[in-house]
T-cell receptor
C-alpha cells in the first residue's frame, strides 16, 4: 500500500515561533490534505491542495504541494497557544482507488508560553 | 447543520461481544468512510462507501462489516470483538474528509 512519512513526530516551540512540518510519499499523489486534531475530537481539515506547486494559505497556515508530487509542507507562522494539537497530512494517490486517503502518523505540536 | 455525528461516544465490550457503531451525515455527501486511529499510527481506513448501495474494503477490514443504509447513514459492525479492536473509530464523509467526533472503544 501507500507509504506516507510525516516529520517531525513532535515539536516543542516557543509562542511566536514559526513551525514547519512535512510529508513524503513513496508514490505520486494528486491531492494533499492537512488536518489538525485536538484531544477528544476528530481531525479538522485545514488546507487542501490539488496541483503540483500549489501554495495555499489559511490565516497563519501555509501549505505547499511539492513539485515532484511526492511531498507536501505545512508552515505555521507566529505560533500561539491554541495551535497545540496533532497535525496530520493525508494524500490521495494518482493511481489505484481514487477515493482512498492515506494518512501520515502525525506531528504533535506543543507551544510553550 | 450537525455535520457528521457518531454514536456512541464511548463503549466498553468484552471479548466476543458484538456491537454496531452508527454514523450519519447531513451534508449530502456521496462518499462515507470508517477509520480507526491507534497511537502513533495515524488513521487507517477500514471500509468506505463511494455511494449509496456500494461498500468496499479499505486497508484493515478484517473483523468488521459495514452497511450503507441510505445516503445519510453508514454503520460499522463488530461481530465478535477482540482486544486488538480497542481503538478510536472515526466516521468521515465527502472527498475532503469531514470527520465525526469519534467513538472510543475498549475491548476487554
Amino acid at each position: 500500500g501507500q507509504q506516507l512519512n510525516q516529520s517531525p513526530q513532535s515539536m516543542f516551540i516557543q509562542e511566536g515561533e514559526d513551525v514547519s512540518m512535512n510529508c513524503t510519499s513513496s508514490s505520486i499523489f494528486n491531492t494533499w490534505l492537512w488536518y489538525k486534531q485536538e484531544p477528544g475530537e476528530g481531525p479538522v481539515l485545514l488546507i487542501a491542495l490539488y496541483k503540483a506547486g500549489e501554495l495555499t494559505s489559511n490565516g497563519r497556515l501555509t501549505a505547499q504541494f511539492g513539485i515532484t508530487r511526492k511531498d507536501s509542507f505545512l508552515n505555521i507562522s507566529a505560533s500561539i497557544p491554541s495551535d497545540v494539537g496533532i497535525y496530520f497530512c493525508a494524500g490521495r494517490a494518482a493511481s489505484g482507488s481514487a477515493r482512498q486517503l492515506t494518512f501520515g502518523s502525525g506531528t504533535q505540536l506543543t507551544v510553550l508560553p | 447543520n450537525a455535520g457528521v455525528t457518531q454514536t456512541p461516544k464511548f463503549q466498553v465490550l468484552k471479548t466476543g461481544q458484538s456491537m454496531t457503531l452508527q454514523c450519519a451525515q447531513d451534508m449530502n455527501h456521496n462518499s462515507m468512510y470508517w477509520y480507526r486511529q491507534d497511537p502513533g499510527m495515524g488513521l487507517r481506513l477500514i471500509y468506505y462507501s463511494a455511494s449509496e448501495g456500494t461498500t468496499d474494503k479499505g486497508e484493515v477490514p478484517n473483523g468488521y462489516n459495514v452497511s450503507r443504509l441510505n445516503k445519510r447513514e453508514f454503520s460499522l459492525r463488530l461481530e465478535s470483538a477482540a482486544p486488538s479492536q480497542t481503538s478510536v473509530y472515526f466516521c468521515a464523509s465527502g472527498g475532503g474528509g469531514f470527520f465525526g467526533p469519534g467513538t472510543r472503544l475498549t475491548v476487554l
